[in-house]
């Protein structure tokens, strides 16, 4: 059997990054990746706008990608390709993988770092009426088949959900030619990056229509038209406001949910807010010696910062392995008021270093008030300009307010509704 | 020249053909659509009726009774999950009650085995989520449940295996000729010639007894709706509960499924055509009526609905016949429920008593009636799975990660009689792209096997045939 100090089980953004701060902490590693090659899901996004925190230009998927993909190149990482993990056991720190060469081996690990990404909602949870033709596709996989495959869906598009993957391929399918009919999103606003509504379609006048949803499905074989109609405050469609348009296809950008099966097989805390296992501030999931990072989480919407928690994730792992487990003396990090949730969810008050906690908005606010409270006592008060739910938003702790926790942390935001 | 054409790739068709490989005959099997099963044996309830409710003296009773009985060797041989975990009809007022001493004694009269009647503390006792206003039940220990596409798929399957020919997206629009020469063609040009029709179109069986000369009969359609709930609310009910038919109207079911799902339906509605489209308001008597039959069912669990269109006839009974107007023409038209439960049954008379007094029937003495299951992977030990993925590296690439179905499944199936030759087709034999991302990763993976297996381009790839095409063409 395979020994390693830290096994990184996904090749993305969030596995790459952990895996070099791993080996020059030290550690002996082992990335496995189940594709044929290592990038993760910014192998389909040939779309610049990536790497502009981080490198402060803007690269495109396969560009930011590149740049990790070379970093491990250089270091004595081990890595697994076309190998799927089937299984992890959460006590011993085994892994369970399969590929064609070796078949199903297992591989041992002092510390295990979990980077599966996340995948797009199904349309089939959404429970619309009407056929089931062909040409619904979730907007991930309209990318692939266009990005990587090299193919066209469909010429006449209407898309539901205005999350940003839907918006780029708004763009992408407008680029190859096919025309883009309406963007519907059932919220009153958008998922999407405030960049990507103007740059994806405002540019090409694609219209965005807000409390929106559709309500009906045509086409036999193919589909062949849709009807959208307007939300209520409940969701529910309000009879007389429906819009019929003929398309030959349906994108679907409904939600991304972190890919979590393997870590609730193995009986690893799952967080009902984030979907993403439950951490404290070096991403230390409740089960001792598995971290968690990137989109397996929680969903980030810039993979500048999927890169910076996996460097906290595989530098925590390489400590672990190499140093042993330490005892935790805790604090729980809360969602407040319009704040949909924080994260990480515990402070641990023996780790050294200050706290970055990133948080959520339930809806876009004006003029803002970020407030950190430990009971009824404000411990940390900014002001932000613009907060919006598509946006992941973070305030700092110092170190020296973390020694002193006394009780539990909540975050909350006020401001105007824009 | 075939001696028998099966026209309609359901379950009474496919066990009509795979009966007929029995015996050294050429035959072959003529669908209209890309797969088999896709008519009333995709969506259905897949119970094995125990035999109570179809009346005494009926074609449906003589099937139903005989067809329980042959079920469990016919799903074994062919590979096929079948339980037998009991019926009950559960009773909701004194009325009912009445009702089910009825019904026991009509299942006696069936020929029936084992039928009880339950107090309500022994019903509670069997069925802890019933609900509260059950007075009692009818038990019947014989029903069971099958999956009725899988099933239809091994029958098929199991048929080729023996020689028989299949024919998809074969739409049959005309037919001419007479008994020993008929030829049966398609708008596109298809044609075969036979010496004997087999008439198991479902809802289309009134169009191929007329295109024959025979008006005898008509056809109607009855939608019926349901929902799926997954496989985690697995024993939320351990046997199929139906209401106590009352004039009040029909009830539904709520049911496991043998693959562990929870299914609730069928609603019944008059319609024109196969019309398989779920409705707000179906889904809503199905929720309604679900919640009279048991406490807190777990709707948040559902995970897909789907609509079935049962094909019923003016007679009321099935028609399992040669034809008076036609000679050579043989009707297995009307088969709605029990249809399924009776299809081995079904297909032994038409093959030995009907087909018989047509042609002399002499054995195939190399028939093996086994079929390999289509999920032997998932069966089989590490060290055998090694040993496969050394052979054939492709059972060592995990496609669907939801499902863990590897590209070996995924060729079995493309490989393996009856051949899926669309999405859907693979979908339904290997369960890739069933899982919770609904084909979202893995669906473009499954079109380049397909197009790669069968030698096709890419944009030829479809859904489930026809003109449900997944692509349009290369970017620019
Ligand atoms: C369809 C899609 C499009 C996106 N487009 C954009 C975009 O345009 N711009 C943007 O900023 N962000 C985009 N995102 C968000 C993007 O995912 C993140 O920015 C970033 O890629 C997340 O990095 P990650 O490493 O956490 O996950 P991923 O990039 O998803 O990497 C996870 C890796 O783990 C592997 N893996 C998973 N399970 C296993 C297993 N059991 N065994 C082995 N390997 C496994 C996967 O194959 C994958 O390579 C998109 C996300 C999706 C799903
Ligand atoms: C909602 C519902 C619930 C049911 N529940 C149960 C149950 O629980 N237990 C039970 O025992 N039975 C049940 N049944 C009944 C059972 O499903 C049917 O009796 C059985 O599936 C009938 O099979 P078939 O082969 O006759 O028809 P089908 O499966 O409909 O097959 C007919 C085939 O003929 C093809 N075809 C039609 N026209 C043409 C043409 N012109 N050319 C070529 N091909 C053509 C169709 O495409 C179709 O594939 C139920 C039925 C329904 C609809």
Same mark, same amino acid.
């Given at each position: ?418 | ?20 490989? $029995? ?428 197009? $790669? ?24």
């Amino acid at each position: 059997m395979k020994n390693y100090d830290v096994v990184i089980i996904g090749g993305g953004p969030a596995g790459l990054a952990a895996g070099i701060k791993a080996y020059d902490y030290g550690a002996k590693v082992l990335i496995i990746e189940r594709e044929e090659i290592t990038g993760g899901i910014l192998n389909q996004c040939i779309h610049n706008g990536f790497g502009l925190t981080r490198f402060k230009e803007s690269l495109s998927g396969p560009e930011y990608a590149s740049r990790f993909i070379e970093q491990v190149a250089k270091r004595d990482i081990d890595v697994l390709t076309e190998t799927t993990v089937l299984s992890i056991d959460k006590n011993n720190k085994t892994v369970t993988a399969i590929n064609s060469k070796e078949g199903i081996f297992e591989v041992n690990a002092k510390a295990i770092v979990l980077a599966m990404g996340c995948r797009e909602r199904s349309k089939g949870a959404l429970n619309i009426a009407g056929s089931r033709p062909s040409g619904l596709y979730s907007a991930g996989t309209a990318q692939k088949y266009v990005n990587i495959k090299g193919y066209l869906p469909g010429k006449e598009v209407v898309i539901l959900g205005s999350g940003d993957i839907g918006l780029i391929m708004a763009r992408r399918m407008t680029l190859e030619g096919a025309t883009v009919k309406a963007v519907c999103e059932i919220m009153p606003y958008s998922s999407g990056l405030k960049r990507n509504i103007v740059q994806c379609l405002d540019d090409f006048g694609i219209p965005l229509y807000l409390s929106h949803t559709i309500v009906d499905i045509e086409g036999k074989d193919r589909v062949t038209a849709v009807t959208i109609c307007q939300v209520d405050q409940n969701k529910k469609p309000i009879k007389g406001t429906e819009k019929r348009f003929e398309c030959d296809t349906v994108l679907f950008s409904v939600g991304l949910i972190p890919e979590n099966e393997l870590a609730k097989d193995a009986g690893i805390e799952l967080n009902r807010l984030t979907k993403g296992a439950t951490v404290y501030q070096n991403r230390e999931t409740t089960s001792s010696g598995i971290f968690a990072c990137g989109n397996v989480l929680h969903v980030h919407d810039l993979v500048d910062f999927v890169s910076e928690e996996a460097e906290i994730a595989g530098i925590s792992a390489a400590q672990y392995a190499l140093n042993g487990a330490k005892e935790h003396d805790s604090v729980d990090c809360i969602a407040g008021d319009n704040v949909s949730y924080v994260l990480p969810q515990k402070i641990d008050k023996n780790l050294s270093g200050a706290v970055k906690l990133f948080f959520r908005v339930r809806k876009s606010l004006n003029n803002c008030k970020v407030k950190v409270c430990v009971g009824d006592k404000t411990v940390i008060e900014t002001k932000k300009r613009v907060v919006r739910p598509g946006e992941m938003e973070h305030v700092l702790i110092a170190e020296d307010k973390i020694k002193s926790l006394d009780g539990n942390v909540t975050v909350s935001i006020e401001g105007c509704e824009l | 020249m075939y001696d028998v054409v099966v026209v309609g790739g359901g379950i009474i068709g496919g066990a009509i053909l795979r009966e007929l490989t $029995r015996y050294r005959l050429k035959v072959c099997l003529i669908e209209k659509q890309s797969d088999v099963a896709m008519g009333q044996s995709r969506a259905n309830s897949g119970i094995v009726h125990a035999g109570f409710d179809a009346p005494v003296g009926s074609l449906k009773a003589k099937f139903n009774v005989l067809g329980n009985a042959m079920m469990e060797n016919y799903a074994k041989e062919l590979s096929v999950k079948f339980k037998r975990n009991g019926s009950l009809v559960v009773a909701f007022s004194a009325e009912d009650m009445v009702t089910l001493s009825e019904l026991k004694a009509r299942g006696e009269e069936n020929g029936v085995t084992d039928l009880k009647i339950l107090d309500a503390d022994s019903l509670f006792e069997l069925e802890p989520n019933i609900s509260k206003n059950a007075l009692g039940a009818l038990y019947a220990p014989t029903g069971g449940i099958v999956c009725p596409y899988k099933l239809t798929v091994a029958v098929v399957g199991n048929a080729m295996d023996n020689g028989a020919d299949l024919y998809t997206n074969f739409e049959v629009s005309s037919i001419s000729g007479k008994f020993g020469d008929f030829t049966i063609s398609s708008q596109d040009g298809q044609n075969v010639k036979t010496k004997i029709i087999i008439n198991c179109a479902g809802i289309g069986c009134q169009k191929i007894a007329n295109l024959a000369g025979d008006y005898s009969f008509t056809i109607g359609g009855r939608k019926g709706e349901y929902i799926l709930l997954d496989r985690e609310c697995e024993n939320f009910v351990k046997q199929t509960l139906f209401f106590t038919p009352s004039k009040k109207g029909k009830g539904i079911l709520v049911s496991p499924t043998v693959d562990g799902n929870i299914i609730l339906g069928p609603t019944a509605k008059e319609v024109d055509d196969a019309n398989v489209l779920t409705s707000e308001e179906g889904l809503k008597e199905v929720q309604e009526k679900a919640s009279k039959m048991c406490e807190n069912v777990p709707f948040g669990q559902t995970i897909t609905s789907f609509a079935g269109t049962r094909a019923f006839c003016d007679r009321h009974d099935f028609i399992i016949e040669e034809s008076k107007s036609v000679s050579g023409l043989i009707n297995c038209a009307g088969i709605e429920s029990p249809g399924l439960t009776s299809a081995p049954a079904i297909a032994k008379f038409v093959v030995e008593k009907l087909v018989s007094s047509r042609i002399d029937l002499r054995f195939n003495t190399s028939f093996n009636g086994h079929r390999e299951p289509t999920d032997f992977f998932n069966s089989l030990s590490i060290e055998q799975k090694n040993q496969l993925i050394k052979e054939k590296p492709e059972y060592g690439k995990i496609v669907c990660r939801c499902e863990k179905i590897t590209e070996g499944e995924i060729i079995h199936a493309i490989k393996t009689n009856p051949p899926a030759t669309d999405i859907d087709a693979v979908k339904r034999r290997t369960r890739a792209g069933m899982g919770r991302c609904q084909g979202g990763f893995c669906q473009p993976q499954v079109a380049e096997i397909i197009a $790669r297996e069968l030698g096709i381009p890419l944009e030829k790839v479809t859904k489930f045939g026809k003109g449900s095409y997944l692509l349009r063409g290369k970017t620019k």
